[in-house]
């Protein structure tokens, strides 16, 4: 498995994660809305002057695989960032493959290196294999709010995270 970060010629790709994303959503019963992203808003929110957001693919046998998408927040409080996860999607025939475990762990690292707080994110509570999942890495549920969990995964010490 190879993470990678997405460049400018990813735009397409992320585009298409994005729908299967989607799709898996409306799937669990978690989204029923329409798309409103474009691959020319994509270019320019993520690979303009200021990025608002990041992309890590998992590659397998140069095939991508899965996808997050995930931005930095900053809280005044701590002086310190966090990362927020707002995508992880791996395609369903390669799930349970490492995929997702090894996004996280990039994140983590990324996490560590610019000395964020926390890992936080929402996931469906419909989406039993993905609370699975969560639970498998450390994280926990601080507050659901109907069929929303509201993730976080803390560390004191960053380096346990990425020996996952």
């Known amino acids: 498995m190879h993470i990678r970060t997405a460049t400018p010629a990813d735009t397409h790709l992320i585009y298409q994660f994005i729908q299967h994303k ?5 799937s669990v019963g978690a989204y029923q809305g329409t798309i409103q992203t474009s691959e020319a808003k994509i270019q320019s929110t993520i ?5 608002f957001a990041y992309v890590l693919f998992a590659d397998q046998q140069d095939q991508p695989v899965g996808f997050a998408l995930y931005g930095f927040r900053y809280s005044s409080f701590a002086g310190q960032p966090s990362i927020w996860l707002d995508d992880l999607y791996i395609a369903a025939k390669d799930r349970s493959q490492g995929a997702g475990t090894a ?27 993905g609370l699975q999942f969560y639970y498998r890495l450390g994280a926990e549920i601080i507050k659901q709010d109907r069929n929303r969990c509201y993730w976080q995964w803390m560390f004191a010490d960053c380096e ?3 020996s996952l």
């Not at 989607?22 to 409306?26: G, K, L, P, Q, S």
């Not at 690979?47 to 990025?51: L, Q, S």
């Open 47 to 51: 690979f303009g002057p200021t990025p």
């Open 160 to 162: 346990s995270l990425t």
């Open 22 to 26: 989607a799709e898996f959503d409306r």
């Open 103 to 129: 996004l996280m762990q990039h994140l983590a690292q990324i996490a560590s290196s610019h000395n964020c707080t926390h890992i936080a994110w929402t996931a469906d509570a419909r989406n039993h294999r």
